[in-house]
Nanobody
Framework: QVQLVESGGGLVQPGGSLRLSCAAS????????MDWYRQAPGKQRELVAR???????YYVDSVKGRFTISRDSAKNTVYLQMNNVKPEDTAVYYC??????????????WGQGTQVTVSS
């Protein structure tokens, strides 16, 4: 089994910053991609950012230039640095990690979600 623990959400004013963390633990052989998703009330969950095992990154257009995804492979942890946040960034943020639990067995695991609220 693999467990993901998220932290770092909260209330922040527009233009402010937050850093989210997601630590994976358990039966981990290796980790492939690490993602951050978000879901706002009444909207579908969307992929915000991805970092693969080689360090390549992807960002949804709405966060480019403001958010930065990074990973610490030694700690099996992925981060999302959120700068210049906007009210439309308000959502529950979830990490998703693609994990090899053995050489050949792979699965996707989700964090519990952390609320980010951008408001003055």
């Amino acid at each position: 089994q693999v467990q993901l623990v998220e932290s770092g959400g909260g209330l922040v004013q527009p233009g402010g910053s937050l850093r989210l963390s997601c630590a994976a633990s358990g039966s981990i052989f290796s980790i492939n991609a690490m993602d951050w998703y978000r879901q706002a009330p009444g909207k579908q969950r969307e992929l915000v950012a991805r970092i693969n095992s080689g360090g390549s990154t992807y960002y949804v257009d709405s966060v480019k230039g403001r958010f930065t995804i990074s990973r610490d492979s030694a700690k099996n942890t992925v981060y999302l640095q959120m700068n210049n946040v906007k009210p439309e960034d308000t959502a529950v943020y979830y990490c998703n990690v693609n994990v090899f639990t053995t050489k050949s067995r792979r699965g996707d695991y989700w964090g519990q979600g952390t609320q980010v609220t951008v408001s003055s």
